[in-house]
Antibody, heavy 122, light 107 residues
Framework: EVQLVESGGGLVQPGGSQRLSCAAS????????MHWVRQVPGKGLEWVSG????????DYADSVKGRFTISRDNIDNSLHLQMNSLRPEDTAFYYC???????????????WGQGILVTVSS | DIVMTQSPVTLSVSPGERATLSCRAS??????LAWYQQKPGQAPRLLIK???TRATGIPARFSGSGSGTEFTLTISSLQSEDFAVYYC?????????FGGGTMVEIK
């Protein structure tokens, strides 16, 4: 059974940093691209960042480019999102999601974690 | 960016009735479209990929159609567990973008 479990959320002050992690199990981790998608409570979905199976292909939404860094560790089957210079508008549930494809980031997202809340507030 | 527009925003349907949800892309995306279901407090779940292919374990009452810029998700006979928010997502262009969602509520 595919499982994605996020951790690392919580309350952070504006301008601060937070690192999210996603522990993956139940599939061969290095055979899929991985993504982060966020959702402001009560609002719609926004793709944040994606990374190919071997970390060669990486991309970000314009709203986070230069502030967020995605990475993965294919040894311990984990995905990470380092978030710096956080703003109140970054407050959201952050979901880890598996891309259906291996290298291409352009794919449906076939499994999702339960999400974790990041609140940026003073 | 490719803008995805869903309609209606809210759809009121009685159990057992058919629900038809629409999604329009601002430019042609071929069949590179997915549909997701999200229930309160839960993560989105993939229902349909490549516009019309049901994902693993998705009941046959869910069907998708369309290509280019116009897409439809049909739920043939609504069950109680189908009342939720539905999102479309394109993966033809970059970045990946989602529609604003359609809430299917009990009439």
């Amino acid at each position: 059974e595919v499982q994605l479990v996020e951790s690392g959320g919580g309350l952070v002050q504006p301008g601060g940093s937070q690192r999210l992690s996603c522990a993956a199990s139940g599939f061969t981790f290095d055979e899929n691209a991985m993504h982060w998608v966020r959702q402001v409570p009560g609002k719609g979905l926004e793709w944040v960042s994606g990374i190919g199976w071997n970390s060669v292909k990486i991309d970000y939404a314009d709203s986070v480019k230069g502030r967020f860094t995605i990475s993965r560790d294919n040894i311990d089957n984990s995905l990470h999102l380092q978030m710096n210079s956080l703003r109140p508008e970054d407050t959201a549930f952050y979901y880890c999601a598996r891309g259906e494809g291996m290298a291409s980031l352009k794919s449906p997202l076939d499994y999702w974690g339960q999400g974790i809340l990041v609140t940026v507030s003073s | 960016d490719i803008v995805m527009t869903q309609s209606p925003v809210t759809l009121s349907v009685s159990p057992g009735e058919r629900a038809t949800l629409s999604c329009r892309a601002s430019q042609s995306i071929s069949d590179n479209l997915a549909w997701y279901q999200q229930k309160p407090g839960q993560a989105p779940r993939l229902l349909i990929k490549h516009a019309s292919t049901r994902a693993t374990g998705i009941p046959a009452r869910f069907s998708g159609s369309g290509s280019g810029t116009e897409f439809t998700l049909t739920i043939s006979s609504l069950q109680s567990e189908d009342f939720a928010v539905y999102y479309c997502q394109q993966y033809s262009g970059w970045p990946l973008t989602f529609g604003g969602g359609t809430m299917v509520e009990i009439k």
